[in-house]
T-cell receptor, first 117, second 117 residues
Framework: QKEVEQDPGPLSVPEGAIVSLNCTYS??????FMWYRQYSRKGPELLMY????GNKEDGRFTAQVDKSSKYISLFIRDSQPSDSATYLC?????????????????FGQGTILTVHP | ETGVTQTPRHLVMGMTNKKSLKCEQH?????MYWYKQSAKKPLELMFV???????ENNSVPSRFSPECPNSSHLFLHLHTLQPEDSALYLC????????????????FGPGTRLTVL
């Protein structure tokens, strides 16, 4: 079983729609939760970051975490064609290697979103 | 621009070639990472460097050899690659290494698109 599951889509919506992107995870050791956006031929860029259950809002974007259900979501309101990208959920836990600890980031597969005019 | 640059952006190499990927971060961060992104698969962590020390080799074949000469530069030396190694190779950096890295956000470069013939 993958540690992080994300529906790869693709998801196609009309401009102005509300978009809901979701991930589930199986390991309760994950502590911090992020959403990255990746445009074609670019590296991922951080959109949202949260560590507690509940909602966090930033403009048109809302990140939601439910640790009891091991479920995270990203909502995009009033979606725009410029939001068309791949959205990656990611979460961190402590990784260990050779007696040294570090923050280990685990990604979902990514959801391809297209917002058409 | 994320402050993390990668060169070259595209690379085509034969299975017997030796080449190197370069990453440079201009953010004053202490940790750097190599990831592999293949089609329809999540980003895979390859190597982690914290304060110029390698802290993680995530079961990567020896045909990939990382080098971190200082906290701003990271290289990935490639030799005798296989066609299945064709992918987007992403470099990332974060402020802290070690356990503090669990709370860190990682900033990604644009990636090197590698094709192995």
């Amino acid at each position: 079983q993958k540690e992080v599951e994300q529906d790869p889509g693709p998801l196609s919506v009309p401009e102005g729609a509300i978009v809901s992107l979701n991930c589930t995870y199986s390991n309760s050791a994950f502590q911090y939760f992020m959403w990255y956006r990746q445009y074609s031929r670019k590296g991922p860029e951080l959109l949202m970051y949260t560590y507690s259950s509940g909602n966090k809002e930033d403009g048109r974007f809302t990140a939601q975490v439910d640790k009891s259900s091991k479920y995270i979501s990203l909502f995009i309101r009033d979606s725009q064609p410029s939001d068309s990208a791949t959205y990656l959920c990611a979460m961190t836990k402590t990784g260990w290697a050779g007696g040294t600890s570090y923050g280990k980031l685990t990604f979902g597969q990514g959801t391809i979103l297209t917002v058409h005019p | 621009e994320t402050g993390v640059t990668q060169t070259p952006r595209h690379l085509v190499m034969g299975m017997t070639n030796k080449k190197s990927l370069k990453c440079e971060q201009h953010l004053g961060h202490n940790a750097m990472y190599w990831y592999k992104q293949s089609a329809k698969k999540p980003l895979e962590l390859m190597f982690v460097y914290s304060l110029e020390e390698r802290v993680e080799n995530n079961s990567v074949p020896s045909r990939f050899s990382p080098e971190c000469p200082n906290s701003s530069h990271l290289f990935l030396h490639l030799h005798t690659l296989q066609p299945e190694d064709s992918a987007l190779y992403l470099c990332a950096s974060s402020q802290e290494g070690g356990l503090a890295g669990v709370t860190d956000t990682q900033y990604f470069g644009p990636g090197t698109r590698l094709t192995v013939l």
